[in-house]
C-alpha cells in the first residue's frame, strides 16, 4: 500500500454520534503506517483522547477542507453544504446514485472541485456483496422503536443507548397486548437485526424476502399490526404500500418502520410520505383513524453508537488498510463514475489517484 492519509471529520448532523473508525482500529491503521488525522468532535461516541493515545494527530472540526490534497477525507453521514467545490478524496454514505434529492447537487459539487467519491454504499465484493455496513443495527432498531410505539411506550426525543437497556425495554411485561409482526427483506442484514429485535419483545414475526415480494400480497400485509421495512431496493419494483392502501377498511396495519429510507428515490417501495422523521419527532401519523404511525429515520444505528460503531470499523479496517482504486475501491470508482457521466460531468477532471 502507498502511504495514506487519512482524515477522519467531524459529523455535520447533530444526532449523528457514530464514527467508520474505532480508536482500537485507528492504533492498527497507525501502526501499519497510515498517517490518520481526526478531527475534535464533542458528539462522536469516543473522546478525542482515545485517538490521541492511538497514535493519532488531532485537528479542529471542519479543518478538512483546507487538509493537504493526498489526504482521503473519511466520514459516515452527508457534508455540510460548504465548500461549493469538493477537492479530495472522500468517503461515505453518499446516496447520490438513485436520484434522490440532492444527489446531482452534491455530484457537481465534487466535478467543481475535481475531487472523487468513494460511496461506502458501493463498497462491495466481486458478487456484490456489501463488506462494510450498519444493515444489522438499522433493523434491530427499526424494529424495537415499532415495538415500542407500538406499544405506546415510545418516548422523544429518542436518546442513545445500550442494546443491554434496549433489549430490557423490549422484554415483554405482564399486559402487554400481543400483536402481529411482519418483516420484509427479512433475510438481509437488516431484516436479521429487526427479527432479533422482535424476538426480543416475544414476538415471532412474520418473515418476507425475495420469493413473497415477487408477487405481493398486500391484502396479507394489511393484516398485520406492525410492519418493517428492510428491504435496499437496487431496481424499480411495485410498491409494498400505496395510499389507497392506507385507506382499506380491512387494514388493521398501525404502526410502520421503513429502516430503509429511500425516501424520494425512484426505487422507494413505500412511497405513502415525502419525509423522514428524525430524533426529536421520532413518529409521524399518516392515518388518524384507524391510526397508523410511521417511523422513518435515516441514522438508526446511531442510537447504538458504541456498538454499531465497533462492528462497522471492524469490517472497514481491511479495506482501509488496501486503500486503492481496484478491487472494492474500484467499485466505488467505476460507480461515481458512471454517476457522473450519467448527469453529464467531466469525469477527466477527477482527482481518483
Same mark, same amino acid.
Given at each position: ?123 462491495? !465484493?466481486?458478487?456484490? %456483496? $456489501? +463488506? ?9 432498531? &427499526?424494529?424495537? =422503536?415499532? @415495538? #415500542? ?97 392506507? !385507506?382499506?377498511?380491512? %387494514? $388493521? +396495519? ?9 425516501? &424520494?428515490?425512484? =426505487?422507494? @417501495? #413505500? ?83
Amino acid at each position: 500500500m502507498t502511504e495514506l492519509h487519512l482524515w477522519l471529520r467531524h459529523e455535520a448532523r447533530t444526532t449523528e454520534r457514530r464514527t467508520p473508525i474505532v480508536p482500537d482500529d485507528a492504533r492498527r491503521l497507525v501502526e501499519s503506517g497510515v498517517t490518520l488525522t481526526v478531527e475534535e468532535s464533542p458528539q462522536r461516541v469516543f473522546p478525542n483522547q482515545e485517538y490521541e493515545a492511538a497514535g493519532c494527530r488531532v485537528a479542529p472540526a471542519g479543518s478538512w477542507v483546507s487538509a493537504p490534497r493526498d489526504a482521503v477525507v473519511l466520514g459516515l453521514k452527508e457534508l455540510p453544504a460548504e465548500p461549493a467545490e469538493l477537492t479530495h478524496r472522500h468517503i461515505f454514505f453518499g446516496h447520490a446514485y438513485k436520484g434522490q434529492p440532492g444527489a446531482g447537487d452534491l455530484l457537481r459539487r465534487f466535478a467543481a472541485g475535481g475531487g472523487t467519491l468513494f460511496d461506502l454504499e458501493y463498497l462491495v !465484493d466481486d458478487t456484490g %456483496r $456489501r +463488506l462494510a455496513a450498519f444493515g444489522f443495527w438499522a433493523g434491530y432498531l &427499526g424494529a424495537a =422503536l415499532a @415495538v #415500542l410505539q407500538h406499544r405506546g411506550q415510545l418516548r422523544a426525543p429518542l436518546v442513545p443507548t445500550t442494546k443491554e437497556d434496549l433489549d430490557e425495554t423490549l422484554r415483554p411485561a405482564p399486559g402487554d397486548a400481543a400483536f402481529t409482526g411482519l418483516v420484509i427483506g427479512a433475510l438481509g442484514r437488516s431484516g436479521r437485526g429487526a427479527r432479533t429485535a422482535f424476538a426480543a419483545a416475544g414476538v415471532d414475526p412474520t418473515c418476507w424476502d425475495l420469493d413473497e415480494t415477487r408477487d405481493l400480497d398486500r391484502a396479507a400485509l394489511l393484516r398485520h399490526d406492525v410492519m418493517v421495512n428492510a428491504v435496499l431496493a437496487t431496481s424499480p419494483v411495485p410498491p409494498f404500500l400505496r395510499e389507497q392502501d392506507l !385507506d382499506s377498511p380491512d %387494514r $388493521r +396495519l398501525r404502526t410502520l418502520c421503513d429502516v430503509t429510507c429511500d425516501v &424520494g428515490s425512484p =426505487l422507494n @417501495v #413505500l412511497p405513502v410520505y415525502d419525509d423522514t422523521t428524525d430524533w426529536d419527532e421520532p413518529v409521524r401519523r399518516l392515518r388518524k383513524e384507524p391510526p397508523l404511525d410511521l417511523i422513518a429515520i435515516d441514522n438508526l444505528p446511531s442510537l447504538l453508537p458504541l456498538e454499531s460503531s465497533a462492528d462497522f470499523s471492524a469490517a472497514l479496517l481491511p479495506h482501509l488498510l488496501d486503500f486503492g482504486v481496484t478491487g472494492p475501491w474500484g467499485h466505488c470508482l467505476d460507480r461515481f463514475r458512471q454517476a457522473t457521466r450519467e448527469h453529464g460531468l467531466d469525469e477527466g477532471k477527477f482527482h481518483d489517484q
